[in-house]
């Protein structure tokens, strides 16, 4: 059984930065797609950014193209969300998941079997 932990959200104004962690223990996900998902207050859970196992293709949503970069680093077993540029919009708490096997890349929530708690990011204007 894998557990995922998100660390680094926290209170940043507009414009500024904030570097989103995912910690994944229990077994080695380096043959996993990994994702960033967030839920806005009083939305649905959305896709935000994708990298496949390998760590050499991603895939971003377009309100964030730009602004935020997902990276991974198999040999510790982490993935990162590096998030600049921060908007009031972007507040919201942000998953790390998993993916089921044979996923490469996707954006549907469906595909990921694994989730952590969440972090809050919070972007005051």
């Known amino acids: 059984q894998v557990r995922l932990v998100e660390s680094g959200g926290g209170l940043v104004q507009t414009g500024g930065s904030l570097t989103l962690s995912c910690t994944a223990s229990g077994r080695t996900l380096d043959d996993r797609a990994m994702a960033w998902f967030r839920r806005a207050p009083g939305k649905e859970r959305t896709f935000v950014a994708v990298?496949?196992?390998?760590?050499?293709?991603?895939d971003i949503r377009d309100s964030v193209t730009g602004r935020f970069t997902i990276s991974r680093d198999n040999a510790k077993n982490t993935m990162t969300l590096q998030m600049n540029s921060l908007k009031p919009e972007d507040a919201a708490i942000y998953y790390c998941?998993?993916?089921?096997?044979?996923?490469?890349?996707?954006?549907?929530?469906?595909?990921?079997?694994?989730w952590g708690q969440g972090t809050q990011v919070t972007v005051s204007s």
């Open positions: 998941a998993s993916g089921r096997p044979t996923v490469v890349l996707s954006r549907s929530s469906v595909d990921f079997d694994s």
């Open positions: 990298i496949n196992p390998g760590g050499d293709r991603t």
